[in-house]
């Protein structure tokens, strides 16, 4: 990692991180919103971790931890993963993951998972070079709306 680089657990934000934030969303997805309320939310939530990466004072990436009991164990989950593109190739996101695996060893996740689109091929040698593996899984996503006939799904 970069001498300059500082990985942390966020525990508050100011304006100017807020702002890099908002520019880091649409860096991840182009259908990411901003929510001010929303992003100092995690911050009070207590399974919920923002991990940022500072180049001196200004934020340039950002990490979430999201850390739950069930039956099977307390398990964690890492999203949202971003480094400002200006920043990349630094070596800030292995230095991201790097501090979220070691939360999670430090807190006795039984498992951290997380996603990512097979076309981000370049992410997915990132996360297999810090330990991630490739699961043979089927990942399923409910978005709330109810299926109709039209869908082919539902017989009447």
Known sequence: MPAEIR??????LS???????ERLL???SST?????????????HDGTDLIVARDG??????????TFPLPTGVRGHLDDV???????GRGIARA???TVIELAHER????????????????IRLYESVGFERRDSLLMRYSGRTPTAADGRVSG
């Open 7 to 12: 990985i942390q657990v966020a525990d508050s």
């Open 15 to 21: 304006d100017g991180d807020l702002a890099a934030i």
């Open 26 to 28: 649409p860096q991840l």
């Open 32 to 44: 990411a919103t901003f929510d001010r309320a929303r992003i100092e939310s995690m911050l009070e």
């Open 57 to 66: 004072d200004r934020l340039v990436g950002m990490a979430t931890l999201a």
């Open 82 to 88: 971003v480094v400002d593109a200006e920043q990349r």
């Open 96 to 98: 991201l993951l790097e």
């Open 108 to 123: 006795g996740l039984r498992t951290l998972d997380l996603t990512s689109r097979p076309t981000r091929q370049s992410a």
